[in-house]
């Protein structure tokens, strides 16, 4: 993962052709008020082929969802549009407490970004917040949701297509005795618990790192 400094350009354009395997997308400071871009690499050669980890992985994930532009986001200018949304298939589209890995496809070869639960559907794990006027002129996103969205924004202008995939996690019932009298029941979900055995199984899988997509990405974001 590299980092490369590139002042006064608010228009610079992404060339993912350079290197066959890597995504650009770019950043500015947090907070700056200024639109000073900074270009970042992603380098997914030695990422995981989804392929490859869905033979090895218990879970059975199944296409579930895919990035898409807005279809019908309000026009808020330039760099207070958020430019993407997750979409579900029909089958998950009703979904809830599932894991999902993220994937991105360069040239043909789909290499896992993430892994991760979401609570809610598939869609309400947003990276929504993470627009260009929230990071650079407020402060107020956080650094996942003001990367993913760079990279978002940046793979639906280039065509490179981002897909999720699902794994809903069991559900159990549980019952318990009323302070009322009687019984009460409620279905309880290990996703949480789920995610963690998923991620620690990525990092395996990988040689003990984690996947590019995971951890602290502030970091990268520091990396000047």
């Not at 871009?37 to 989804?50: A, K, M, P």
């Not at 159990?172 to 991620?199: A, H, Q, R």
Request: proline share 4%.
């Amino acid at each position: 993962m590299t980092t490369t400094q590139n002042t006064n350009n608010m228009n610079k354009e992404t060339d993912i052709n350079r290197d066959e395997m890597k995504i650009y997308f770019q950043s500015t400071e947090k907070n700056s008020k200024e639109y000073n871009y900074r270009e970042h690499v992603w380098d997914l050669t030695n990422q995981l082929d989804r392929d490859e980890y869905f033979s090895k992985c218990p879970y059975d994930f199944k296409y579930g969802g895919y990035l898409a532009p807005w279809p019908d986001e309000k026009d808020k200018g330039d760099k207070k549009t958020v430019g993407y949304k997750i979409m579900t298939t029909e089958e998950f589209k009703n979904a809830e407490q599932l894991l999902y890995i993220a994937t991105a496809t360069v040239n043909n070869k789909e290499k896992i970004l993430k892994g991760g639960k979401v609570k809610g559907k598939l869609p309400s794990r947003t990276y929504s917040a993470g627009t260009e006027d929230n990071w650079t002129m407020r402060g107020t996103c956080s650094p996942t949701n003001y990367i993913y969205s760079q990279i978002f924004r940046m793979c639906i202008k280039e065509g490179i297509p981002i897909k999720f995939y699902i794994f809903v996690a069991p559900l159990s019932t549980v019952s318990w005795p009323s302070i009322f009298g009687g019984n009460k029941t409620c279905s309880i979900s290990p996703y949480e618990e789920m995610e963690k055995d998923l991620n620690a199984h990525l990092k395996h899988c990988l040689g003990g790192k984690s996947p590019i997509g995971e951890g602290q990405l502030d970091v990268v974001l520091n990396k000047n």
